[in-house]
Nanobody, 114 residues
Framework: VQLQASGGGLVQPGGSLRLSCAAS????????MGWYRQAPGKERDLVAT???????VYDDSVKGRFTISRDNTENTVYLQMNKLKPEDTAVYYC?????????WGQGTLVTVSS
């Protein structure tokens, strides 16, 4: 399983970005997909996850601002990020669990700065 993340970039505080994670397999076969992020000098932390049935989980720091969704026809998971803050600056990683193992995509850098 390969995961291709994209959509990062530089955005001003209060702005929006949408990250995409395209899977090389049908995401119906993956039990869970999600996004993690790692800020400089910090550990990699959970941002949001979505399971096959569509239930979602968010870290408290992004609730009400970020939305995770999936498009089964495109085999892609999205992370819509609104009202971005400087503390959201990090490398964002796509993650999937399925077939009894986890998979990571390459990171995409999000920088929130004026």
């Amino acid at each position: 399983v390969q995961l291709q993340a994209s959509g990062g970039g530089l955005v001003q505080p209060g702005g929006s970005l949408r990250l995409s994670c395209a899977a090389s397999v049908s995401i119906d076969s993956l039990n869970l997909m999600g996004w993690y992020r790692q800020a400089p000098g910090k550990e990699r932390d959970l941002v949001a996850t979505i399971i096959t049935r569509g239930s979602t989980v968010y870290d408290d720091s992004v609730k009400g601002r970020f939305t995770i969704s999936r498009d089964n026809t495109e085999n892609t998971v999205y992370l819509q990020m609104n009202k971005l803050k400087p503390e959201d600056t990090a490398v964002y990683y796509c993650y999937a669990w399925g077939r009894n193992q986890g998979y990571w995509g390459q990171g995409t850098l999000v920088t929130v700065s004026s």
